[in-house]
């Protein structure tokens, strides 16, 4: 080993040359400086300790700044072979998880090697499945009561976070498990099985699909009840001749386009529950004969 190493030897120059370029020294001084120290560069034994580097260049340099002399024994230290395995042993757990990662990336012809020689390495695919499908199937069960058995619209608008959330995990399983189960389950196990897991991917669309239908529906509710409150408003405020025709025309119409609602939707259920009073309102407003 080299009682001065390259890093110290550099930091030292560097200090030499500044020194030179201050005008604190002359040429002759730092070029003999320079000699000193190769020389110890070329030696081999023990480093060279701080005492030395001083007692071999303050005499020709004494301008030069204490803390530099410290600076370069420090690195001039051999590491420790405590840090040396922890490095050792660092870049084995780096090299370590490199393999596992490869071994995990959604790639068949990686992952069918991986299955037959050692299916182990899988292990973190199989923890993450098993996370992904387990949140996946609690939040469809949360979703199901808040979009199958809603009784207000609100429930439906939380009632999709949770769809979303619950597709969002599933998107995070390997589709080709439904193609070829083998692969992911009989090899090296699954938590699952892939009818449930095409169980839950239908369970999910099943309820896009509804809360679409709802979102229809709710959105024509609210208009026709826009249009209802409108009407009420101007007959209320006394309209007369066409003003109260139109307001009428409208009345009814609002009626019509609630009943015509889906009867399986959250809207359609809540005008039903409306109708009887708005026609029992209506008749009394024109009579029994809407025209008069």
């Given at each position: 080993m080299k009682r001065l190493n390259d890093r110290a030897f550099n930091l030292l120059q560097t200090e030499i040359r500044r020194c030179l370029g201050a005008n604190g020294i002359g040429q002759v001084q730092a070029e003999l400086a320079l000699r000193r120290l190769e020389k110890l560069r070329q030696q081999t034994g023990s480093p060279v300790m701080e005492s030395e580097l001083q007692a071999a260049i303050s005499d020709l340099i004494p301008q030069a700044n204490p803390k530099v002399f410290s600076?370069?024994?420090k690195i001039n230290r051999p590491a420790s072979k405590f840090?040396?395995?922890?490095?050792?042993?660092?870049?084995?757990l780096v090299l370590g998880a490199g393999t596992v990662g490869v071994a995990n990336l959604p790639i068949p012809g990686i992952r069918n090697v991986v299955l037959k020689e050692a299916p182990f390495?899988?292990?973190?695919?199989?923890m993450s499945m098993h996370h992904h499908y387990r949140s996946a199937i609690a939040l469809i069960e949360q979703a199901d009561q808040l979009v199958n058995q809603a009784t207000a619209f609100e429930d439906h608008e939380f009632g999709a976070e949770?769809?979303?959330?619950?597709?969002?995990?599933?998107?995070?399983?390997?589709?080709?498990?439904?193609?070829?189960?083998?692969?992911?389950?009989?090899?090296?196990?699954?938590?699952?099985?892939?009818d449930e897991f095409r169980v839950a991917r239908q369970t999910v669309a099943r309820m896009e699909a509804k809360l679409f239908q709802e979102k229809?529906?709710?959105?024509?509710?609210?208009?026709s009840n826009q249009r209802l409150a409108e009407s009420i408003r101007m007959i209320d405020n006394g309209a007369l001749g066409n003003d109260r025709a139109r307001a009428l025309a409208d009345w009814r119409s609002a009626i019509d386009a609630l009943d015509q609602l889906p009867k399986t939707t959250l809207a359609g259920r809540l005008a039903q529950n409306k109708?009887?009073?708005?026609?029992?309102?209506?008749?009394?407003?024109?009579?029994?004969?809407?025209?008069?």
């Amino acid at each position: 080993m080299k009682r001065l190493n390259d890093r110290a030897f550099n930091l030292l120059q560097t200090e030499i040359r500044r020194c030179l370029g201050a005008n604190g020294i002359g040429q002759v001084q730092a070029e003999l400086a320079l000699r000193r120290l190769e020389k110890l560069r070329q030696q081999t034994g023990s480093p060279v300790m701080e005492s030395e580097l001083q007692a071999a260049i303050s005499d020709l340099i004494p301008q030069a700044n204490p803390k530099v002399f410290s600076q370069a024994a420090k690195i001039n230290r051999p590491a420790s072979k405590f840090w040396a395995r922890l490095k050792f042993g660092t870049a084995l757990l780096v090299l370590g998880a490199g393999t596992v990662g490869v071994a995990n990336l959604p790639i068949p012809g990686i992952r069918n090697v991986v299955l037959k020689e050692a299916p182990f390495l899988l292990a973190p695919t199989h923890m993450s499945m098993h996370h992904h499908y387990r949140s996946a199937i609690a939040l469809i069960e949360q979703a199901d009561q808040l979009v199958n058995q809603a009784t207000a619209f609100e429930d439906h608008e939380f009632g999709a976070e949770k769809v979303k959330a619950a597709q969002t995990h599933l998107d995070q399983l390997p589709v080709s498990l439904l193609e070829d189960p083998e692969d992911y389950c009989n090899a090296a196990g699954c938590s699952f099985t892939t009818d449930e897991f095409r169980v839950a991917r239908q369970t999910v669309a099943r309820m896009e699909a509804k809360l679409f239908q709802e979102k229809n529906a709710q959105t024509r509710f609210e208009q026709s009840n826009q249009r209802l409150a409108e009407s009420i408003r101007m007959i209320d405020n006394g309209a007369l001749g066409n003003d109260r025709a139109r307001a009428l025309a409208d009345w009814r119409s609002a009626i019509d386009a609630l009943d015509q609602l889906p009867k399986t939707t959250l809207a359609g259920r809540l005008a039903q529950n409306k109708i009887t009073a708005l026609e029992r309102d209506f008749r009394a407003i024109v009579g029994s004969n809407p025209k008069n």
